[in-house]
């Protein structure tokens, strides 16, 4: 008996000695967690300093060799766009190399058709040059009044008056010039375009492969996955859709331009249905190219708003109501989030920047949405 007060004095000491360790234990376990959650704030901004660096130098990149990176960019979307008929012909036993060859050529055979079919107009076009711009200056002496009103305010400010008081341009040196200098690719590029095409079209799938192995875990690599399948379907579905539409477009401006009494009607459809591609600047193109041409068609004024201003009614039924309802609620994209995308690939890119924005607003928005939570939030209210 006398034994057992010794048994437990030795097993309290014990507990106290392994009560002072886990307490040891823990204060250096909570000093270090205490310290990774200070280190948090910090290295989330040392994150986002990482992440402008880089997209600063991509835009710098992007912006430097536009040269290469436009037609190679250009390239892969229509590519994106065509992967199914490579493997629908895959389907028939016809090697993607093939299928990738006659869509090539047949691309080259529609553009090298639209520019046969367009030079003569557009020559006659820009050979009446020096005409078209006089007479719009003839017709645009009704804003001279309104010219005039600004310049006395602008003068009843302090600021110093402006020498010109009527609309005088150069409608060869000041518009046609630059546009064609703009949209008229050097050999260089189109070489790039067409074999960026060609072999993206031609071997997508070990393309996709290679991808898909740089994922060190099998989520990783379904997701990779998950995004080339839904950037290929939502790009196919969405251009095949709009490309219809615009279509009707371009008939229908071309059907009004011939009963209104506009020369080259095909020219005007042709050219709606290309413009249409880009939002709220093609329309705004389109409607200005209708208003130039009436004014220099026609001797009224109020004669020459009539193809603008049903181009403006009917763009404006397409916009808002034709294609939504046709897309759905799936390809519908934030007025918002294509505007800015327009801005900058235009800011970036030129002309082509706004043809392309859309599709990779499109390739963003889908990679996104692999990336980010599948739980609905619910608003409170």
């Not at 000695?17 to 234990?25: E, G, P, R, V, Y």
């Not at 600004?150 to 010109?164: K, W």
């Not at 249905?273 to 009436?294: D, E, K």
Request: include cysteine; glycine fraction near 8%.
């Amino acid at each position: 008996m006398a034994n057992k007060p010794d048994a437990l004095t030795r097993s309290g000491r014990k507990e106290n000695m392994d009560d002072l360790t886990s307490t040891k234990h823990n204060g250096s376990a909570d000093e270090p967690a205490a310290g990774h959650a200070q280190s948090k704030p910090g290295a989330t901004f040392a994150q986002i300093a990482l992440i402008g660096i880089f997209l600063i130098l991509l835009m710098a990149m992007l912006g430097y060799g536009r040269a290469v990176f436009l037609p190679i960019t250009l390239a892969l979307v229509i590519g994106t766009i065509l992967a199914p008929l490579t493997s629908l012909a895959a389907n028939y036993r016809i090697p993607h190399a093939g299928t990738a060859a006659i869509l090539v050529l047949g691309t080259i055979a529609l553009l090298s058709t639209g520019i046969v079919y367009l030079s003569d107009p557009v020559r006659a076009w820009i050979g009446r040059a020096p005409e078209i711009g006089a007479n719009l200056r003839e017709k645009l002496v009704i804003f001279d009044a309104p010219i005039e009103a600004l310049n006395r305010v602008r003068e009843a400010l302090g600021a110093a008056p402006s020498q010109s008081k009527t609309i005088a341009f150069d409608l060869n040196t000041s518009l046609l010039q630059p546009a064609l200098a703009s949209l008229t690719p050097a050999v260089g590029q189109l070489l790039i375009f067409f074999g960026t095409l060609f072999f993206f079209l031609g071997h997508r799938n070990r393309l996709k492969e290679s991808i898909v192995r740089f994922g060190s875990e099998r989520q990783a690599r379904l997701r990779v996955i998950r995004i080339w399948n839904a950037v290929e379907a939502s790009l196919a579905t969405y251009i095949a859709t709009v490309a219809a539409i615009n279509a009707g477009v371009g008939i229908i401006v071309g059907t009004a331009c011939y009963f209104i009494g506009l020369p080259s009607p095909l020219v005007w459809g042709f050219l709606a249905f290309v413009l249409n591609f880009v939002p709220y600047i093609g329309p705004a193109t389109m409607f200005v190219t209708l208003l130039g041409v009436g004014l220099v068609t026609f001797d009224s004024f109020y004669q020459a708003l009539i193809a603008p201003l049903l181009f403006v009614g009917m763009s404006t039924i397409e916009g808002q109501f034709v294609t939504p309802t046709i897309l759905g609620a799936r390809l519908t994209l934030n007025p918002l989030f294509i505007f800015l995308s327009i801005a900058f690939w235009v800011w970036l890119w030129g002309p082509f920047g706004a043809l392309l924005a859309v599709p990779l607003l499109i390739v963003i928005i889908v990679i996104v949405n692999q990336f980010a939570a599948k739980e609905e939030v619910k608003l409170p209210g």
